[in-house]
């Protein structure tokens, strides 16, 4: 009896449980603003703060991988910002995919399901084994951001994308933390390798590409990181200090116009604080500006355990916080309890995220195969990167290599290439192509007796070293060359090939000590033993820079025959190499950043904290930063901004600017000179009058990139330039002002070449 009372109790819950069920709106199929009424205050929070408090941190890591070290003390309550990377492993590893960087919290009953983010920028970041499951999981290297916009190729951009994009749906992930886009304001940021420029307008168009190319897979992407993160240093608490006309004309143009042409699904709030406030708990940036004066409609998340109060940080229009502390979900509802936060606030993060969650994949119910073609994503990366190289010098037309030569190659990387920097940014690739083995398969000889000689050098050294991690990579020292080994080489090859090579990553900045911003004394030796053997028999040296960035090359810049800036060109590193060497890609990259003579030159070198620890750094350049500032104090560069060089020559003519709409329609007829087929990037930069405003000389407004225009042939470019991007902030009125006059549109191969230009009179 008293069994079939249970049993008609527990039936009768069950029932009411499912007539309920049936009476509660479904996601995905109900209005949003119905799921968010129906949920519990609980259920919102779960939803705004990420999973990580409910996942075991000390899960498992597939054997061999990166483990993440990654608990700051100030999760512990303590607002320091120190990083403490000795305390406890945090692998994601209980979610529904392995190595991925966190997760939304699932509320059943509403038909909310786990959403999963992983990074990020250069190809998906997920653990390539899982314990118990044979498969492999590996995930395509492409080339770093500075390469990317190298390129400035928007469609060579979306070829990348597409196909990581690609990886990111049929991985199971639903947003890549992805691009990465903040201005390079000094060589020195340690993530300058993951960003595009100095220059907004190049910066935005590349990350618009990048985000339109991933979200054509149906996934989303995270702009980050929102904003003025410039520096590594201290990055969870620095003060960038800077005015309004700065932040709009410089920080925030390029975000501003990838939201406004690619609508990211999400956008990562950065770490530092801006004029005082932690942009996470930023209303000025993240409601004002994002939502009011662009519109924004996506949902805004943290970066991983950034500084601040949830409550502070939801009240300004950051929706969601990851990776997601019990702090934080106890702030939140202290404050909703107490009447701090008002309810209404957290329904409209809530409802911002949901609105984005439902087109993910797994809303969708799509399936995914753990099996994308990482075969075709790997000619993808291949081709890229060699569209991204930049050719710095090329005396008497060094390269390209004759076929079949006998090359002799220098530099540690030669053998063990730099594919892609450290952090969240580094991608775990199946395989990674050395320039040895790319010369040998273009159809060179490689000098086996040299090659020898750096191989058995680079394995003692790294049996030596502790494994790579999250945060570095195992840097072996150059192997010093002896003239002996030099003079062998030069008597023996026809050419050589010298690498100089720097890893780069996230957490700290580059420093400018020897090893670093400066050749050591044993790159330089290497290289003057090198050059003095090799022109001693009448034969080259060409310079291949593997690196993320730049470093100091006033020294010795002219004394290579060729130097080509090869970046950090993903997984086929050595094949993208040897198609630019070999001359099957002629170069058509051009710089992203100023290469300044002395790094004293740059306007951030006194106010960059590369070296303490500061709380404070002031952007007292305002501005004038990059080539707006050597333009400016008459500085002369070493490579310019936008500067590059090709195997062949090209010619422009016939500038003409036309208003159409809104637009300055441009269009410029290029001719190829030379005698070889060949790609011209095409600038466009504009001289404004400057009568009510101080102006910059001039400014990239626009660029386009021919395609290949055989010898002797034409292409006519055609760039439209927004009317509003001729604007330039003004602070006292806070708004942004197009000043009537002469404006000059210049068409140019680089911000140091006078080009040709148009006037229009703008009314
Ligand atoms: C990085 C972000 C990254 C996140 C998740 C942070 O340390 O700054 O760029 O997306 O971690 O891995």
């Not at 702090?327 to 409802?351: P, S």
């Not at 005396?395 to 594919?419: C, H, I, M, R, T």
């Not at 058995?456 to 030596?464: G, L, Q, T, V, W």
């Not at 306007?603 to 050597?630: C, K, M, W």
């Amino acid at each position: 009896m008293k069994k079939n009372v249970i049993f008609a109790t527990v039936f009768a819950v069950a029932a009411a449980l499912q007539s309920t069920a049936q009476q509660l709106p479904q996601f995905g199929k109900d209005n949003i603003d119905d799921i968010v009424r129906a949920m519990t205050l609980d259920e919102k929070i779960n939803i705004v703060v990420g999973t990580n408090r409910v996942n075991d941190l000390t899960a498992e890591c597939a054997p061999g991988m990166p483990v993440r070290q990654h608990v700051y003390v100030a999760d512990a309550g303590n607002n320091s910002g120190q990083q403490n990377v000795a305390g406890a492993v945090t692998a994601f590893a209980k979610g529904r995919v392995k190595g991925a960087a966190g997760e939304t919290y699932a509320v059943p009953r509403l038909g909310i399901p786990i959403c999963v983010f992983a990074d990020g920028p250069a190809g998906l970041r997920i653990s390539p084994e899982r314990s118990g499951d044979k498969r492999t999981f590996y995930c395509t290297a492409f080339p770093t951001g500075s390469s990317l916009s190298s390129s400035w190729d928007t469609e060579l951009v979306k070829d990348v994308t597409a196909a990581i994009g690609n990886e990111v749906k049929e991985y199971g992930v639903d947003i890549l933390l992805a691009p990465g886009m903040n201005i390079m304001r000094s060589p020195l940021c340690g993530r300058n390798f993951e960003y595009y420029s100095e220059d907004p307008v190049l910066a935005g168009k590349i990350a618009a590409a990048y985000i339109n190319g991933i979200q054509s897979n149906g996934v989303g992407t995270s702009l980050k990181h929102f904003a003025v993160n410039n520096q590594e240093t201290y990055r969870n608490g620095i003060n960038a200090i800077l005015s309004d006309r700065a932040l709009r004309e410089i920080y925030l143009r390029g975000f501003q116009i990838a939201v406004e042409e690619a609508n990211p699904w999400t956008i990562m709030s950065s770490y530092n604080k801006i004029n005082g406030e932690l942009a996470a708990a930023n209303s000025y940036l993240l409601t004002d500006i994002l939502r009011g004066e662009w519109g924004y409609d996506g949902f805004v998340m943290t970066d991983w355990w950034a500084e601040g109060q949830g409550n502070d940080q939801m009240a300004a229009g950051n929706d969601m916080i990851m990776p997601g502390t019990q702090r934080q979900f106890d702030d939140i509802l202290e404050a909703v309890k107490d009447g701090r936060l008002d309810e209404a606030v957290l329904d409209r993060n809530v409802a911002n995220i949901l609105r984005v969650l439902q087109r993910s994949p797994v809303a969708r119910g799509e399936s995914y195969s753990n099996r994308p073609d990482l075969k075709a994503h790997a000619a993808v990366a291949r081709k890229a990167a060699s569209g991204g190289m930049v050719l710095l010098e090329n005396k008497n037309k060094a390269l390209p290599l004759e076929a079949k030569q006998k090359v002799a190659l220098f530099g540690n990387a030669s053998y063990d290439a730099y594919v892609g920097g450290t952090g969240s940014g580094n991608v775990n690739r199946r395989y990674k192509v050395s320039l040895d083995e790319g010369m040998t398969k273009a159809g060179y000889k490689v000098d086996s007796k040299l090659g020898k000689l750096y191989k058995s050098y680079i394995a003692d050294e790294k049996a030596s070293k502790p494994a790579d991690n999250f945060w570095t990579i195992a840097k072996v020292d150059e192997m010093p060359v002896s003239y002996e080994a030099a003079g062998d080489a030069a008597r023996s090859a026809d050419v050589a090939i010298f690498t100089i090579s720097r890893m780069a990553g996230e957490g700290t900045d580059r420093s400018l000590e020897k090893g670093d911003w400066k050749l050591t004394d044993t790159e330089l030796e290497n290289l003057n033993k090198v050059l003095s053997a090799f022109h001693g028999q009448g034969k080259k040296v060409a310079v291949v820079l593997n690196m993320g960035a730049i470093v100091d090359m006033t020294a010795w810049h002219d004394q290579p025959d060729a130097i080509l800036h090869a970046w950090l060109p993903g997984q086929e590193a050595g094949n993208s190499i040897a198609d630019v060497l070999s001359g099957k890609v002629s170069p058509s990259g051009k710089l992203p950043m100023t290469i300044a003579r002395d790094y004293a030159d740059y306007s951030s070198s006194d106010n960059f904290p590369y070296s303490q620890n500061p709380a404070t750094t002031y952007y007292t350049e305002d501005i004038f930063v990059g080539y707006r500032h050597f333009d400016k104090a008459g500085v002369k560069p070493l490579y310019p901004f936008g500067y590059g060089l090709s195997y062949t020559d090209f010619a422009y003519s016939d500038i003409n600017v036309t208003p159409d709409g809104e637009n300055y329609r441009v269009t410029v007829n290029v001719t190829n000179t030379g005698d070889r087929s060949g790609r011209e990037v095409v600038q466009l930069y504009v001289k404004a009058p400057g009568q009510d405003m101080v102006k910059p000389v001039k400014e990239l407004k626009g660029f386009a990139k021919t395609g290949e225009i055989a010898p002797g042939a034409s292409e006519t470019v055609t760039v439209d330039i927004p009317r509003k991007l001729l604007a330039s902030y003004n602070e006292y009125w806070h708004k942004w002002v197009v000043e009537p006059g002469e404006y000059h549109f210049i068409a140019a191969p680089s911000s140091a070449d006078q080009g040709i230009s148009a006037a229009i009179d703008v009314k």
